[in-house]
């Protein structure tokens, strides 16, 4: 496909997690309800050397983006048509971009842009291309997550890292919590909650329910060990790994997770990140290099 062999270390955001290595991303079709769980057709969809990773699947669920080193020493960010199999480059600029993330309008994709500087700022590119504008002016951000399209909560790097909610326009910040997990995520049709990974505590690790009105906490369940890559289904359902095994957990009956399966049976011995669908229908997974 597009690129040479090339790796990269992410020095700064992905400095407290792991360096950045080879990966790929699997698409499989999926489904899960209350009676049903099925995964299949597995395919490589980038299937080249390299760093290749954060897939965020658009409304449609046609197209799903992705951020990908272009073997020069940078990464940007890609555009994967489905049913057509074929991608387009979205952004080619100087610095690199990561973790794009559709806005609540649907009109733009937000990244972080690393800076040749150093700095880490959130911008957003509109989806038909043109150049982008910058969205807070916190800094330096590692990853992101829309609440609505006033208000975003963060994960800031530093010592220690941090979350914190944003308010779009006013700048307006409110500190969260410390050590977070790099997943942020909103919970399907929960009114306004968010979860995220607490990792303060070495030995356990737990996914946090956050009220971004309220700001009231809940623990929601402790994670496999040493997990912090998570994804919810449009169901509420969540799901996650420890590296080959794939989990859920659905808050409303069960009361911990549940083995789905072994993706070791499709040949993948580790993984890591994971997206649903909007319908459900499938699901992209971050597969570790050979």
């Keep these: 496909m597009k690129k040479v062999s090339f790796l990269v270390l992410f020095t700064v955001i992905f400095s407290t997690v792991m360096a950045q290595e080879g990966t790929d991303i699997y698409l499989f079709n999926f489904k899960i309800d209350s009676e049903q769980f099925a995964l299949s057709n597995a395919r490589n969809i980038t299937n080249s050397p390299g760093y290749d990773n954060q897939p965020f699947f658009l409304p449609d669920g046609q197209s799903l983006l992705y951020t990908s080193d272009d073997g020069f020493g940078q990464t940007d960010i890609y555009r994967y048509n489905i049913a057509g199999g ?19 309008d649907g009109k733009f994709y937000s990244v972080v842009i690393l800076e040749r500087d150093g700095k880490q700022y959130l911008w957003k590119y509109p989806l038909q291309g043109a150049v982008p ?23 800031v790097v530093g010592e ?10 006013s700048n307006k910040v409110t500190d969260i919590a410390d050590y977070p997990g790099t997943t942020l995520a909103m919970i399907p049709a929960s009114d306004g909650k968010m979860s995220y990974t607490d990792i303060s505590d070495p030995k356990e690790w737990k996914i946090i329910s956050l009220n971004t009105n309220s700001l009231e906490k809940e623990e929601l369940i402790k994670t496999p060990k040493g997990s912090q890559y998570y994804t919810w289904t449009p169901t509420n359902i969540l799901l996650m790994g420890d590296g ?18 072994n993706l070791g049976d499709y040949g993948i011995n580790e993984f890591t990140r994971m997206a649903v669908s909007p319908k459900g229908d499938m699901l992209a997974i971050v597969v570790k290099e050979e």
Excluded: Q
């Design 86 to 104: 074929s991608e387009r480059r979205m952004t080619f600029t100087p610095n690199s971009e990561y973790s794009p993330t559709i806005t609540p």
């Design 133 to 155: 504008t910058k969205v807070i002016n916190e800094n330096p951000i590692g990853y992101h997550c829309w609440i609505n399209e006033n208000k975003l909560g963060v994960f």
């Design 160 to 169: 220690p890292n941090k979350l914190k909610l944003v308010e779009v326009g």
């Design 244 to 261: 080959k095994r794939l989990y859920k957990f659905d808050p409303a009956k069960d009361e911990d997770w549940v083995e789905m399966a």
